[in-house]
C-alpha cells in the first residue's frame, strides 16, 4: 500500500515545481506595467515615431471622412472677460477660450499614452476646421509669448483644438426704449467653405452648458448681464446651405448714469421755469431771463445726449422726455410773451378811456379859468382909481385894513371852506368907506375865484349885483362901464360854470401792477399737468418689457 501511494505524491510534486518555474519565467519576461512606461518616458523617439507615423501620407487638405460622412465639429465657449458695448458703433468686445473637437481616424494610433499632448506648431500640419465669425467685426488670436492655441489627439482619432480670441462683433440695436431698453448681442460662428452637405456644427455640452460666462467675468459699466442663450440655423447663399451657431448674451441698461445727467436735470430746469409764473409781471428783466436761460439749457441738455447715441433716424424714450420737457419750458416763456402783451393792451383800452373822458369834462375848468382872469382884468383897471383917493379916505382905510388883516390870516382852506360865513355884505357893512368896501370885496373875490374852489363865481357874482342895485351913486359914476362889463361877463361865467360844479371830475386810470389771470392758471396748469406727464411716462416704461427678443425666442 505504502509503495503504491509513493510514485503518485512524487509525480504531484513535480508537476506543482514546473508550474512554479514557468510563472516565475513569464513574470521575468513581460516585467511590471510601471517599469515599461517607465522605459518609454526614458525613450521618446517612441514619440516621434508615432508622430511620423500618422503625419505619413497625411493631407492637411482633405477634410476627415472626405466623399463619405459628414464632418461633425462639436464646440464650446468659454468667456473670460466680457465688455465693453459701444452703443455708438453698436458692438461689444469679448475674451474667450473657442473650442473645436472633431474626429479624424487618419490620426488614430496605437501607443502607450491615451493623449498627446501638442503645441501650435502640430496645428499647421493636420486639417482644421474654417470656422469664422459672420458678425465678427474684428477677431484677434493672442500670439503673446507664444500663440495661445493648444492641440490633442486621441487614441482613437479625436482632436481638441482651442486658442484664445478677442473678439469684437455686431450688436444690432433697436433703441426706441433707450435708456430703459435691452438687448440680445448675439455671436455666429460657422464654416466658411464647407456647406452642412459636407459638414456641421453642434454643442458639446447641450444647448445649456456650452457656453459658460462666470460672474467675475463681466466688465461692464452701463449694462447688467442677465444671461445667454444659444440656437442653431441653416443661412442659404448661392454656394449652397451653411449650418450657423448663434450665442445671444442678454444685456439690460443700466439708469444711474442717465438719471443723473440728464433726466433730474430736465426736471429741474422745466421747475425753474415755472418759477417765473410767481414773480410780479412787471419784473420783465427778470422772468425774461429765467425764460431764455432755461431754453438754453434744455437746448444744451439735449444736444449732450445725443452724443452717447448713434445717429438714429427714430426718437428714443430720453429724446421723448427731453422734447416734452423742452416745450414745457418754452411755453413758460410763451406764457409771459402772452401775459406782457394782455397786459399792454389793457393798459393802452385804460388810457384811451382816461383821453376819452377827460375831453368831455375840460369845458367847465377853461370857462372858470376865463372868468377869474376877466375879474382880475377888471380889478387891475380900476386898482388906479384906487390910488388917486387912497389919500382921501386914509382915516377910513385903517378900519378896513384891520378888517382885511384880520380875514386875510386865515388859511385858504379856511377861506374855501367857510366861504358861507364870510360874505361880501358883511365886509361892506363894516366899512363906511365905498372903496374899502369895494377892495375888501375884490380881495375875497380874488381869493374865491382860484379853481379849487368853483363856488366863488356865484359869490363874486352876487356881491357884485348887490352893489350895482344898492350901491352909492357916486360908486356907479367911478367905475362906470366897467361895473356894466362885470356884471354881462358874470352871469356867462356862472352858467357856464354851475353846470360842471355837479359832475364828479372822471377817476384815475385803475393801476394794472399785480398778478395776471394768465399768471394765476399757469401756477396749477403747468405744475399738474408736468406731474401727470412724468407719472404716465415712468409707469409705462417701467413696466414695459423692453428687452429685445432673440431669433431662437421667437
Same mark, same amino acid.
Given at each position: 500500500?505504502?509503495?503504491?501511494? %509513493?510514485?503518485?505524491?512524487?509525480?504531484?510534486?513535480?508537476?506543482?515545481?514546473?508550474?512554479?518555474?514557468?510563472?516565475?519565467?513569464?513574470?521575468?519576461?513581460?516585467?511590471?506595467?510601471?517599469?515599461?512606461?517607465?522605459?518609454?518616458?526614458?525613450?521618446?523617439?517612441?514619440?516621434?515615431?508615432?508622430?511620423?507615423?500618422?503625419?505619413?501620407?497625411?493631407?492637411?487638405?482633405?477634410?476627415?471622412?472626405?466623399?463619405?460622412?459628414?464632418?461633425?465639429?462639436?464646440?464650446?465657449?468659454?468667456?473670460?472677460?466680457?465688455?465693453?458695448?459701444?452703443?455708438?458703433?453698436?458692438?461689444?468686445?469679448?475674451?474667450?477660450?473657442?473650442?473645436?473637437?472633431?474626429?479624424?481616424?487618419?490620426?488614430?494610433?496605437?501607443?502607450?499614452?491615451?493623449?498627446?499632448?501638442?503645441?501650435?506648431? *502640430?496645428?499647421?500640419?493636420?486639417?482644421?476646421?474654417? #470656422?469664422?465669425?459672420?458678425?465678427?467685426?474684428?477677431?484677434?488670436?493672442?500670439?503673446?509669448?507664444?500663440?495661445?492655441?493648444?492641440?490633442?489627439?486621441?487614441?482613437?482619432?479625436?482632436?481638441?483644438?482651442?486658442?484664445?480670441?478677442?473678439?469684437?462683433?455686431?450688436?444690432?440695436?433697436?433703441?426706441?426704449?433707450?435708456?430703459?431698453?435691452? $438687448?440680445?448681442?448675439?455671436?455666429?460662428?460657422?464654416?466658411?467653405?464647407?456647406?452642412?452637405?459636407?459638414?456641421?456644427?453642434?454643442?458639446?455640452?447641450?444647448?445649456?452648458?456650452?457656453? %459658460?460666462?462666470?460672474?467675475?467675468?463681466?466688465?461692464?459699466?452701463?449694462?447688467?448681464?442677465?444671461? $445667454? #442663450?444659444?440656437?442653431?440655423?441653416?443661412?442659404?447663399?448661392?454656394?449652397?446651405?451653411?449650418?450657423?451657431?448663434?450665442?445671444?448674451?442678454?444685456?439690460?441698461?443700466?439708469?444711474?448714469?442717465?438719471?443723473?445727467?440728464?433726466?433730474?436735470?430736465?426736471?429741474?430746469?422745466?421747475?425753474?421755469?415755472?418759477?417765473?409764473?410767481?414773480?410780479?409781471?412787471?419784473?420783465?428783466?427778470?422772468?425774461?431771463?429765467?425764460?431764455?436761460?432755461?431754453?438754453?439749457?434744455?437746448?444744451?441738455?439735449?444736444?449732450?445726449?445725443? $452724443?452717447?447715441?448713434?445717429?438714429?433716424?427714430?426718437?428714443?424714450?430720453?429724446?421723448?422726455?427731453?422734447?416734452?420737457?423742452?416745450?414745457?419750458?418754452?411755453?413758460?416763456?410763451?406764457?409771459?410773451?402772452?401775459?406782457?402783451?394782455?397786459?399792454?393792451?389793457?393798459?393802452?383800452?385804460?388810457?384811451?378811456?382816461?383821453?376819452?373822458?377827460?375831453?368831455?369834462?375840460?369845458?367847465?375848468?377853461?370857462?372858470?379859468?376865463?372868468?377869474?382872469?376877466?375879474?382880475?382884468?377888471? #380889478?387891475?383897471?380900476?386898482?388906479?382909481?384906487?390910488?388917486?383917493?387912497?389919500? !382921501?379916505?386914509?382915516?377910513?382905510?385903517?378900519?378896513?385894513?384891520?378888517?382885511? !388883516?384880520?380875514?386875510?390870516?386865515?388859511?385858504?382852506?379856511?377861506?374855501?371852506?367857510?366861504?358861507?360865513?364870510?360874505?361880501? $355884505?358883511?365886509?361892506?357893512? /363894516?366899512?363906511?368907506?365905498?372903496?374899502?368896501?369895494?377892495?375888501?370885496?375884490?380881495?375875497? /373875490?380874488?381869493?374865491?375865484?382860484?379853481?379849487?374852489?368853483?363856488?366863488?363865481?356865484?359869490?363874486?357874482?352876487?356881491?357884485?349885483?348887490?352893489?350895482?342895485?344898492?350901491?352909492?351913486?357916486?360908486?356907479?359914476?367911478?367905475?362906470?362901464?366897467?361895473? %356894466?362889463?362885470?356884471?354881462?361877463? !358874470?352871469?356867462?361865467?356862472?352858467?357856464? /360854470?354851475?353846470?360842471?360844479?355837479?359832475?364828479?371830475?372822471?377817476?384815475?386810470?385803475?393801476?394794472?401792477?399785480?398778478?395776471?389771470?394768465?399768471?394765476?392758471?399757469?401756477?396749477?396748469?403747468?405744475?399738474?399737468?408736468?406731474?401727470?406727464?412724468? *407719472?404716465?411716462?415712468?409707469?409705462?416704461?417701467?413696466?414695459?418689457? !423692453?428687452? %429685445?427678443?432673440?431669433?431662437?425666442?421667437?
Amino acid at each position: 500500500m505504502v509503495s503504491a501511494k %509513493e510514485p503518485a505524491i512524487a509525480m504531484s510534486s513535480g508537476l506543482s515545481i514546473a508550474l512554479l518555474h514557468c510563472l516565475c519565467l513569464a513574470t521575468c519576461l513581460t516585467g511590471p506595467p510601471g517599469q515599461i512606461k517607465k522605459e518609454e518616458k526614458l525613450w521618446p523617439e517612441n514619440f516621434t515615431n508615432i508622430l511620423n507615423s500618422l503625419l505619413d501620407g497625411y493631407d492637411n487638405r482633405l477634410r476627415p471622412g472626405f466623399g463619405g460622412p459628414v464632418t461633425e465639429v462639436k464646440t464650446d465657449i468659454y468667456v473670460t472677460s466680457f465688455g465693453p458695448v459701444s452703443d455708438v458703433e453698436m458692438e461689444y468686445t469679448m475674451d474667450v477660450f473657442f473650442r473645436q473637437t472633431w474626429v479624424d481616424k487618419r490620426l488614430k494610433y496605437d501607443g502607450p499614452i491615451e493623449i498627446l499632448r501638442l503645441n501650435n506648431l *502640430m496645428v499647421s500640419k493636420v486639417w482644421t476646421p474654417d #470656422t469664422f465669425f459672420r458678425n465678427g467685426k474684428k477677431s484677434v488670436a493672442h500670439n503673446m509669448t507664444a500663440p495661445n492655441k493648444l492641440f490633442r489627439i486621441m487614441r482613437n482619432g479625436t482632436i481638441l483644438y482651442t486658442m484664445r480670441l478677442t473678439i469684437s462683433a455686431e450688436c444690432p440695436m433697436r433703441l426706441v426704449d433707450f435708456p430703459m431698453d435691452g $438687448h440680445a448681442c448675439p455671436l455666429k460662428f460657422g464654416s466658411y467653405a464647407y456647406p452642412k452637405s459636407e459638414m456641421i456644427y453642434t454643442w458639446t455640452k447641450g444647448p445649456e452648458k456650452s457656453v %459658460e460666462v462666470p460672474e467675475e467675468s463681466s466688465s461692464l459699466v452701463q449694462y447688467d448681464l442677465l444671461g $445667454h #442663450t444659444v440656437s442653431s440655423e441653416t443661412i442659404k447663399s448661392i454656394t449652397g446651405e451653411y449650418i450657423v451657431m448663434t450665442v445671444y448674451f442678454h444685456l439690460r441698461r443700466k439708469m444711474g448714469y442717465f438719471m443723473i445727467q440728464t433726466y433730474i436735470p430736465c426736471i429741474m430746469t422745466v421747475i425753474l421755469s415755472q418759477v417765473s409764473f410767481w414773480i410780479n409781471k412787471e419784473s420783465v428783466p427778470a422772468r425774461t431771463v429765467f425764460g431764455i436761460t432755461t431754453v438754453l439749457t434744455m437746448t444744451t441738455l439735449s444736444i449732450s445726449a445725443r $452724443h452717447s447715441l448713434p445717429k438714429v433716424s427714430y426718437a428714443t424714450a430720453m429724446d421723448w422726455f427731453i422734447a416734452v420737457c423742452f416745450a414745457f419750458v418754452f411755453s413758460a416763456l410763451i406764457e409771459f410773451a402772452a401775459v406782457n402783451y394782455f397786459t399792454n393792451i389793457q393798459m393802452e383800452k385804460a388810457k384811451r378811456k382816461t383821453v376819452k373822458s377827460l375831453l368831455e369834462f375840460p369845458v367847465a375848468p377853461v370857462q372858470r379859468k376865463r372868468s377869474t382872469e376877466e375879474t382880475f382884468t377888471s #380889478t387891475d383897471a380900476n386898482s388906479n382909481v384906487r390910488k388917486r383917493t387912497n389919500a !382921501t379916505v386914509q382915516s377910513e382905510a385903517d378900519g378896513g385894513s384891520r378888517i382885511d !388883516t384880520r380875514h386875510s390870516s386865515v388859511q385858504p382852506s379856511s377861506v374855501a371852506q367857510g366861504s358861507s360865513d364870510i360874505t361880501p $355884505h358883511s365886509l361892506s357893512a /363894516s366899512s363906511p368907506n365905498p372903496f374899502t368896501r369895494i377892495n375888501a370885496s375884490e380881495t375875497l /373875490s380874488s381869493a374865491r375865484a382860484t379853481p379849487p374852489a368853483p363856488p366863488s363865481t356865484p359869490i363874486l357874482t352876487g356881491f357884485v349885483s348887490q352893489h350895482a342895485t344898492a350901491g352909492s351913486p357916486s360908486i356907479q359914476h367911478l367905475l362906470g362901464s366897467r361895473l %356894466e362889463q362885470i356884471q354881462t361877463t !358874470t352871469p356867462n361865467t356862472l352858467g357856464a /360854470s354851475a353846470k360842471p360844479s355837479a359832475v364828479t371830475p372822471p377817476p384815475p386810470p385803475a393801476s394794472h401792477s399785480g398778478t395776471s389771470k394768465i399768471d394765476k392758471y399757469a401756477r396749477i396748469l403747468f405744475p399738474v399737468t408736468f406731474g401727470a406727464f412724468n *407719472m404716465v411716462y415712468w409707469v409705462v416704461y417701467l413696466s414695459k418689457d !423692453t428687452m %429685445e427678443k432673440s431669433e431662437s425666442l421667437m
